[in-house]
């Protein structure tokens, strides 16, 4: 062996020596895989990741390989690694893998992977497969247990840890060679039914049945017939392998793509949807008709009366595949606005994706007297709804079925865009004081990393309403909500001691840095409001300073 040759396998050898001796210092092992019956062990992958000086090694893949040139040219070539190097390696991990199979480190199965940087490329090896068939014999049996009993007869929650694991190993060959899909979806909906009543951990489980039917769908499935790659914007594009159409007998894992594209559109939020569509393009590219009618008419999930609505005053129809909700408003009256509230804020409450568009037909172009909105066909329904007074109660349902935190109007992106809701809760905010409670509502969901349009609208409720002991509580909300780029011209409202005390009081218990972006709109910099503090006197002077102090004070 080469002088190069005796150098990589050092640094490949010292590695994997680290990976295994760092994860024996853990003591949390045993307690680990007593959590639950249905993990056998803590470590089943272990990923060799060769660069010329920079070995790493992890638990699982990081993704795709930077397509990059190499900081360091790489020296050899693939022969020599598949030939002299790689079973050393795999020689090391055995030994070393050996008298630890029976504990809590090592899973029912370990699988060991090298990817090394060659001459000619990224060259990929499997180098080790292994399986404890007793261990995979004691989970199996620990699953059928726990189908068996805590999902068909049980009628408790059940932990999301148990569905982390389980649905994983419903998709795992090793355990489930022949996979009867009609029967894992039945187990998927068993748990969603389960856990229906709390809907924070349900959202949990749904999460990782997503994840679980996703890799299986991304490692597993589409490899069969696609090639992948990365685009220009690093993401995922699939390519139809030349004659790789499948049989029939591809049906039912489609049927399991089908299913989680619908998971995706239904519950992930909206950044993640287009991978739901991506697998609804693929079933169709694939053959399933199932596929053409859900990308034709939505997934069925909803009843044909839930999803079509026609009579004399309007037309409705919603695809919750593309979430689309067509709107034609034949007679402009407010009884047909009532049946189009009507039918978004059913299907919002039944699981319709809340990132959402409306296509609208209306002779009537109205919008929300707020600058920067988008002149959408959502914000013109919703505008056009707000002018009839009889509506306000069923817009102010609709707001409250419809907000939720880091979703979003289908057709807004950028700094146009914002929250479901959100046009309803503008227009109803600036009309009268019964509708506070609901502005407060909405701009305690508002992801302002991603949306500033709430700063258009504080600015347009302070001038509608002012400054009172009234609208500070909502100002305050509103302020906690908004961007540093919001501006206000009410600074001289708060040389009232009244109105400052108010302030004072609504800032009370927030963090210090919390505080100081809420001030920051109304007096800028706190050197300003210091500067301020100075000059004031009596009253006055002892609210801004307990206004800078607020500001300034830090976590414990």
């Known amino acids: 062996m080469s002088t190069l040759q005796e150098q990589v396998t050092a640094e490949m050898t010292a590695a994997i020596h680290a990976w295994f001796d760092e994860r024996l210092q853990r003591t949390d092992l045993e307690q680990a895989i007593k959590r639950t019956t249905l993990q056998a062990g803590i470590f089943n992958d272990f990923i060799l990741d060769y660069k010329p000086g920079r070995t790493t090694a992890d638990d699982f893949d990081l993704g795709y390989d930077d397509e990059e040139r190499p900081r360091t040219p790489a020296r050899l070539d693939d022969a020599q690694v598949r030939e ?41 090896l499997t180098l080790l497969e ?76 749904r999460h990782h049945i997503i994840r679980a039917i996703t890799q299986w769908a991304e490692n597993d499935f589409l490899p069969l017939y696609y090639d992948r790659s990365l685009s220009a914007y690093r993401a995922t594009e699939y390519a139809l392998k030349a004659g790789a159409l499948p049989d029939g007998q591809a049906q039912q894992p489609i049927d399991l793509l089908l299913y989680v594209a619908v998971m995706i559109l239904r519950y992930e939020p909206s950044y993640a949807k287009s991978r739901g569509l991506t697998f609804l393009e693929i079933a169709r590219e694939l053959g399933s008709e199932r596929a053409v009618r859900m990308l034709k008419e939505g997934s069925g999930t909803f009843p044909d009366a839930d999803i079509h609505v026609k009579n004399a005053l309007l037309e409705c129809r919603a695809n919750d595949v593309f979430a689309t909700i067509t709107i034609a408003i034949a007679r402009e009256e407010a009884d047909a606005y009532a049946q189009a509230l ?24 109205t919008y929300l007297p707020i600058k920067g909105l988008a002149k959408s066909d959502t914000h013109r329904f919703f505008a056009n709804a707000l002018a009839h007074a009889s509506l306000q109660p069923q817009l102010e349902a609709y707001a409250r079925a419809a907000i939720e935190q880091f979703e979003f109007y289908a057709d807004t992106e950028g700094e146009k865009n914002c929250m479901p809701g959100s046009y309803a809760v503008f227009g109803l905010g600036l009309l009268d004081a019964r509708h506070f409670p609901l502005v407060q509502h909405y701009m305690a969901h508002v992801d302002e990393e991603h949306q500033s349009v709430q700063d258009q609208f504080t600015t347009a409720y302070a001038a509608t309403f002012g400054v009172t002991t009234a609208t500070i509580p909502v100002l305050t909300a509103c302020l906690r909500a908004c961007t540093d780029n919001v501006k206000l011209k009410i600074q001289a409202d708060f040389e009232d001691v009244e109105k400052l005390d108010c302030l004072y009081r609504q800032l009370q218990g927030l963090e210090g840095y919390l505080v100081e972006h809420m001030l920051y709109p109304i007096w800028g910099r706190l050197e300003k409001l210091a500067a301020l503090a100075r000059k004031a006197q009596g009253p006055r002077k002892e609210l801004l300073l307990a206004l800078l102090e607020a500001a300034s004070k830090t976590d414990a």
């Open 130 to 205: 292994y399986v404890n068939d007793g261990k995979r014999q004691s989970l199996l049996s620990n699953i059928h247990a726990y189908v068996g009993h805590t999902l068909a007869q049980g009628s408790e929650p059940t932990p999301p840890l148990e569905t982390f694991f389980l649905a994983r190993h419903l998709l795992d060959k090793q355990l489930f060679p022949q996979a009867d899909v009609a029967w894992i979806i039945a187990q998927f909906e068993r748990i969603q039914a389960l856990n229906k009543a709390r809907p924070d951990t349900l959202a949990e489980h």
């Open 84 to 124: 002299l190097i790689a079973p050393q390696l795999t020689a090391l991990v055995q030994a070393r893998l050996a008298p630890l199979v029976d504990t809590p480190m090592i899973d029912y199965r370990f699988t060991f992977r090298g990817k090394f940087q060659t001459t000619q490329g990224k060259l990929h």
């Open 342 to 365: 009507a039918f978004i804020t059913h299907l919002l409450n039944n699981g319709f994706p809340k990132s959402y568009q409306i296509k609208l037909k209306s002779k009537v172009k």
